[in-house]
């Protein structure tokens, strides 16, 4: 290995050392002649035919400095050198030309970054909850989206799941004391953060005590960076009043840094019980309505139990479904994928 790396640091060397290397190796050359001639003087040639003796079996100086040359560096690096020289010469000459290139470069490399960001983002980097792996989400056929009613039918009928929660993105009107802004809330069932395993940085989270009667528990969970951002990271934000869609909410805890919630493109800024949809959402009073099919619905797998034997539960109830409410459930039929998309 080190021998490997000498005889890399000897060839990057010798190309940028071209002057050098050309009289070290006039002197090798010169070296291995004269040994060479003075073999062939023991053996009873003249001095002049010797040296003639020598060149022949060399082939030649300018072959044998080519090889020398090749063992001491490599001839596509050489080549490279020169074709960058070449290039930076150009350069020289149409310094807008060179902007051009320079910019170009950037905006390709910045493309690519951010590019690679998003697939992260999307793809690669697992949701910031407890065993990511356990997770599943549920899909009607091609539609990502479950009804309310239908939620509760699956959360209460299988067993093959630990869990079942169920949340929904929705834009609010959030007044705080340093003014008035848009934000983005997340309607959360209160099993939602149990299901996940996500703890609190501050206070508490979003409890089933309060999803229960519709519009009876105005409370509030902030994320980490909306309570940063909007509320100066107060240690004491617990327990102060807000508004949202200019209704009184109480903020009863923020979210750990690098929460996110379970969607990964659309970060909320808050989280709020599901119960308060009539508040959140004005005038769409879906809680009760099956036809209205807008809920993500999560789940978490039993340790030790297949997709394949989830799923089949699941369909069981869906078929059950589809023979008790025909008219906005023929058909229905269950899939389950990676949650987050």
């Not at 619905?297 to 023979?323: D, F, K, M, Y």
């Amino acid at each position: 290995m080190f021998a490997f790396l000498r005889t890399v640091l000897s060839r990057i060397g010798g190309l940028f050392g071209r002057a050098r290397f050309d009289i070290e190796a006039d002197d090798e050359v010169r070296t291995h002649l004269s040994l060479l001639t003075e073999r062939f003087v023991r053996t009873g040639m003249s001095p002049e035919d010797a040296r003639y003796a020598a060149l022949r079996q060399f082939g030649g100086i300018t072959p044998l400095k080519e090889e020398l040359r090749e063992r001491h560096m490599w001839p596509q690096l050489e080549t490279t050198w020169q074709d960058v020289r070449y290039a930076l010469r150009h350069l020289r000459k149409s310094p807008g030309f060179a902007v051009a290139a320079v910019l170009t470069l950037a905006l390709g490399i910045g493309a690519n970054s951010t590019v690679f960001t998003i697939i992260n983002t999307a793809f690669l980097r697992p949701l910031p909850v407890e065993k990511p792996e356990q997770l599943v989400f549920l899909n009607q056929g091609g539609n990502a989206n479950l009804s309310y009613p239908d939620y509760r039918e699956f959360r209460n009928g299988t067993r093959e799941l630990s869990g079942l929660a169920a949340c929904r993105f929705a834009p609010v009107g959030l007044s705080v004391s340093n003014g008035n802004s848009r934000a983005w809330a997340y309607e959360a069932t209160g099993n939602y953060f149990g299901v996940l395993g996500v703890q609190a940085y501050l206070g508490r989270m979003i409890g089933p005590e309060d999803d229960g009667q519709p519009g009876a528990n105005p409370v509030a969970v902030l994320s980490y960076r909306t309570w940063q951002q909007r509320f100066a990271a107060d240690p004491n934000v617990t327990g102060r009043s807000i508004k949202i869609n200019g209704l009184g909410y109480t903020v009863i805890g923020v979210a750990p840094r690098g929460f996110f919630g379970t969607e990964r493109i659309l970060s909320p800024d808050l989280w709020v019980p599901m119960s308060m949809e009539a508040q959140i959402e004005p005038g769409n009073n879906w809680l009760d309505t099956r036809q209205t099919t807008n809920i993500w619905v999560i789940g978490r797998v039993e340790a030790g139990v297949s997709l394949a034997q989830t799923e089949a539960s699941l369909n069981r109830i869906a078929e059950q479904l589809a023979h008790d409410y025909p008219s906005t459930n023929e058909g229905m039929n269950i899939r389950l994928s990676p949650p987050g998309l």
